[in-house]
């Protein structure tokens, strides 16, 4: 059987239309709010190439369509700045980290970036590199997990994941924050349209001659997101549904994961521990929020009704 006969054979005419016309949709609106990039070409390829290729692939990438939906909301925050909406806050919460956790040294008193940039090495450049590439495929690679072992755990780890993030993003409006670097750079002067910047990264980048975090951080869909720290709260996700789902010895793994996210953060100037604080909280609440949401009749349905589309 070609190709083309399966398809016509397994898909009814909608659910053949539906996919190209998603993905026309989201090109035409992706052109308007953010512009046309071709990052949006390999995802639109990958969706259809997934949804078309065979019954188990379109279930899978039906699943993830979760995690799509959060990378296209997150990149449409390139078209509404927060800084738009509320204060800017730079000086004012570089003087509560300093409050709360300052670091004494000598006569001077530091914010735990500050202290740690005194002793930088290049172990701990690549360690916290290393560390800081995990917040996304460790998610990943723990849903595709969940997606072949348990489809339920696996739906509602995914909506946990989107979740926590909306509940970061509305924060982010609420609370526009400037990260540790950039008040290295700048001060207290508010700059709107300052580029992403990889920080105490790039000397991950330049100790193994790579340009990763500098293509990560070209990309940023808004530099003044850096409270709650979302990083700290992706690993924490995947250690609750880890000790949910038995995981055993693994989930020390994912605590070691979780506790190098947070030192990197604080370590290459990206977060304040206030940020990565908040990014735990926003995390528990969300956890909390969603094990009571989710006993709501209409959520139950929906979930029901996802489930069988994976299944």
Same mark, same amino acid.
Request: proline share 5%; charged share 10%; glycine share 6%.
């Given at each position: ?6 398809v016509?054979k397994r ?6 239309? +539906?996919?190209p016309?998603? @993905?026309? @949709?989201?090109?035409?609106? /992706?052109?308007?709010?953010? $512009?046309?990039?071709? =990052? &949006? ?15 188990? @692939?379109?279930?899978f990438?039906? $699943? ?6 959060y990378?296209i ?16 806050h ?5 003087g ?7 670091? &004494? ?8 970036n500050?202290?740690?940039?005194l002793f &930088? ?21 723990? +849903? ?8 339920? &755990?696996?739906?509602?780890f995914?909506?946990t994941?989107f979740w926590?993030?909306?509940?970061g993003?509305?924060?982010?409006y609420l609370y ?5 670097? *950039?008040?290295?750079h700048?001060? =207290? ?5 300052t580029?992403?910047?990889?920080? $105490? ?9 790579v340009s990763?975090?500098? @293509?990560? *951080? /070209?990309?940023?869909?808004?530099v003044?997101?850096?409270?709650p /720290?979302?990083?700290a ?6 250690i *609750? *549904?880890?000790?949910k ?21 604080v370590? /290459?100037?990206?977060?304040?521990v206030?940020?990565?604080?908040a ?16 006993k ?12 069988k589309?994976?299944?």
């Open positions: 059987m070609s190709q083309a006969e399966y016509f898909f009814s005419p909608a659910a053949i239309i +539906a996919a016309a998603a @993905s026309l @949709s989201y090109l035409a609106i /992706s052109a308007v709010l953010v $512009g046309f990039k071709t =990052d &949006q070409l390999t995802l639109i390829l990958v969706f259809n190439s997934f949804y078309f290729a065979s019954a188990f @692939s379109r279930k990438i039906l $699943g993830f369509l979760i995690f799509i939906v990378w909301v997150f990149d449409y925050m390139k078209a509404f700045p927060n800084y738009r909406f509320n204060t800017m730079i000086g004012d919460l570089y509560l980290e300093k409050k709360y956790f300052g670091i &004494q040294n000598g006569a001077a008193l530091f914010t735990p500050e202290f740690l940039n &930088q090495h290049p172990f701990l450049d690549a360690l916290s590199g290393i560390f800081y590439l995990c917040w996304v495929p460790v998610p990943l690679f723990f +849903a595709a997990y969940l997606f072949l072992k348990n489809k339920e &755990q696996f739906l509602k995914s909506l994941f926590v993030n909306i509940l993003f509305v924060i982010y526009p924050a400037a990260p540790p670097w *950039y008040i290295q700048f001060g =207290d002067v508010f700059y709107p349209n580029p992403g910047n990889t920080a $105490g990264l790039q000397r991950f980048d330049d100790l193994f001659h990763v975090f500098q @293509s990560l *951080y /070209s990309k940023s869909s808004n003044f997101a850096a409270m /720290s979302l990083h709260a992706y690993p924490l996700i995947v *609750y *549904y880890g000790i789902n038995k995981m055993g010895a693994i989930n020390f793994l994912f605590v070691l994961i979780a506790l190098g996210i947070w030192f990197s953060a370590y /290459s100037f990206h977060h304040y206030l940020d990565v604080v990014g735990v909280v926003c995390c528990v609440i969300g956890i909390i929020l969603f094990n009571r949401i989710v709501l009749k209409p959520v139950e349905t929906f979930l029901e009704r996802y489930l589309l994976i299944m």
